[in-house]
């Protein structure tokens, strides 16, 4: 398993795995996001957000994370702000949400 910055490629993977996380909150009828808006957000002119994926041996992506950079006014320190991290129901238990970049 690997975890890697996504690419425009993935725009597809990102949309499929928050869909899944949508899914599973069983907030799916919220869900009204589009690959379209996935691209802008993360790859756009002005990027709002990051994304990393977890690949398995395959190179399939199999989770994500969602985060955007923050800063802490008082001290004027750069943090991230973890919006969603989400791995399919067939991979959990494998420790993929602990992995490294």
């Given at each position: 398993m690997t975890v890697r910055d996504?690419?425009?490629a993935?725009?597809?993977?990102?949309?499929?795995?928050?869909r899944g996380l949508a899914e599973y909150e069983r907030m799916g009828g919220k869900f009204v996001a589009t690959e379209?808006?996935?691209r802008a957000a993360l790859f756009g002119s002005t990027p709002r957000a990051h994304a990393l994926l977890?690949?398995?041996d395959d190179g399939r992506p199999v989770g994500v994370a969602l985060f955007y950079y923050t800063l802490g006014t008082f001290a004027c320190r750069p943090s991230i702000f973890l919006e969603d991290l989400f791995v399919e129901p067939e991979r959990r238990g494998e420790e993929i949400g602990r992995a490294h970049v």
């Open positions: 996504a690419a425009p993935d725009i597809p993977h990102v949309h499929r795995l928050v379209d808006d996935y977890a690949c398995g």
